[in-house]
């Protein structure tokens, strides 16, 4: 109808710049391979625009350390062990901003460990992470996470492995998933996050068969996934016309 408002619609620009740094040591002491320290800084911008406007700018600057040890042979068994550090700062700014400026920190160790008995091969993993994520004017959230793995193949034949994974990984809930509340205009959404949100959990069972000649390569797999505290984004029903 002449007169009525013309929705100029969303349009987004996103830029990203990543720096990374790696270092290593061979035989850095007895009883160890290796040693390896990795450092990454991102700096990534999303900005949207309502038409020509700018409606919202969202910065997210994170840093994180590696460091990563691959000890010698014991036995049967061959691994690597190591901790990992993150910081990350997220802020919206704009007049319709919905997450606020949220500072987040992580800390975690972790170990993976393999072993071979003739065509029996056995996999097993490990990783313990403390995070915590601190919103401008609210409650600091802290999380324990626990992620665990095992699995196993048995090559029964030259071109035939049977394989079995077991998976429980376990992640803390994000900033907007937190912390939300407001307006945004690329989803045309209200976003209301939940600061009492627990940990998601996930775990997954898969058994796998498969074939390999110089020809062709193939896998069948049978595999179940189960969460706990699923984390989405869920419809209110409520609206505003």
Avoid at 47 to 76: C, M, P
Avoid at 146 to 153: K, N, Q, V
């Amino acid at each position: 109808e002449p007169g009525d408002a013309v929705d100029p619609g969303v349009t987004l620009d996103m830029a990203q710049t990543r720096y990374e740094f790696k270092a290593g040591l061979k035989n850095p002491f007895s009883g160890l391979d290796s040693l390896k320290f990795s450092f990454s800084r991102t700096d990534y911008t999303h900005t949207e625009f309502e038409g020509n406007d700018v409606g919202t700018i969202f910065v997210s600057d994170g840093d994180q350390y590696r460091l990563e040890a691959v000890h010698s042979k014991a036995g049967v068994w061959q691994g690597a062990f190591g901790l990992q550090a993150s910081r990350r700062e997220f802020n919206a700014i704009g007049d319709e901003a919905f997450v606020p400026y949220t500072k987040t920190r992580g800390l975690g160790i972790f170990a993976l460990e393999q072993a071979e008995w003739s065509a029996f091969t056995l996999e097993l993993g490990a990783r313990y992470d403390k995070q915590s994520s601190t919103p401008d004017g609210g409650s600091k959230r802290d999380f324990s996470l626990t992620s665990l793995s095992a699995g196993g193949r048995w090559e029964f034949s030259e071109a035939w492995h049977l394989s079995l994974n077991l998976d429980r990984a376990q992640r803390a809930p994000a900033e907007e998933e937190l912390f939300a509340n407001g307006p945004h205009a690329a989803t045309a959404t209200f976003e209301i996050g939940n600061p009492n949100l627990e940990k998601e959990t996930s775990n997954q069972l898969e058994l796998g068969l498969h074939y390999h000649s110089d020809f062709m390569s193939g896998k069948f797999a049978l595999y179940r996934n189960k969460f706990d505290n699923f984390i989405y984004l869920n419809d209110t029903g409520l609206f505003d016309p």
